[in-house]
């Protein structure tokens, strides 16, 4: 199991990075991203709070990696919120996509597939020409466990075959009770007609370019 959308009390989850790499350790996860909510005004902060805890990493029995999730900024923004996030050591970046239960600015999904992030997390009903920039540029669309935000998931995997983009699975995890066994994840991919294993492979392939 991976999961690379988890939120630490660096912004509104409940946990402390190392509760967080101890929890999914005991349900015997390969990899965990802490992607808490950025946006200008705390990004330099959140990536420096856990890159201290990260230094220490390797004595996990899960890797861990130094995210970002890029929340409700607004389009023209995004891309100077990216390329900040890099330059500060951000490993994975995530965007807060179009979810249909909140009030993302409507425009959100494609300025974020035009940067170079790694995931857009629950598109909502995120259009073709948004998916089919995505699949060009080789960034992935979640496919998520979360509340409301999953309402979505069965469009998502959809659309996402039908112009090629790859889907990783989530939890959106602020909460230890949102953390999920393989086995629930195994319904929810089958739910969207999609295999766990492929899913599992996706989030791989980011976690091993990482080079962790």
């Known amino acids: 199991m991976i999961d690379l959308h988890v939120h630490s ?21 390969e990899a965990v991203c802490i992607a808490d909510h950025v946006d200008l005004s705390n990004l330099s902060s959140v990536i ?33 919120v990216v390329r900040r996030a890099r330059e500060e050591g951000a490993e994975v970046i995530v965007v807060h996509g179009e979810t249909i239960v909140e009030p993302v600015a409507e425009g959100t999904n494609f300025a974020a597939v035009q940067e170079e992030i790694d995931i857009l997390s629950h598109p909502g009903l995120v259009n073709e020409k948004t998916a089919e920039l995505a699949a060009e540029n080789g960034i992935y669309f979640e496919i998520t466990t979360r509340r409301g935000h999953s309402l979505t998931n069965g469009y998502v995997a959809k659309i996402a075959k039908e112009f090629g983009v790859k889907l990783v699975l989530n939890t959106d995890a602020h909460s230890p009770s949102d953390f999920i066994s393989k086995d629930f994840a195994e319904k929810v991919a089958k739910g969207c007609n999609l295999e766990l294993e492929e899913l599992l492979k996706n989030s791989r392939s980011i976690v091993r370019r990482k080079k962790i």
């Open 9 to 29: 009390i660096f912004s509104d989850g409940e946990l402390i990075p190392s509760e967080i790499a101890r929890r999914l350790e005991s349900l015997d996860y």
């Open 48 to 80: 420096e709070k856990l890159w201290k805890f990260a230094e220490d990493r390797e004595e996990y029995g899960v890797k861990v990696l130094v995210g970002v999730e890029i929340t409700h900024v607004p389009p023209k923004l995004i891309g100077k």
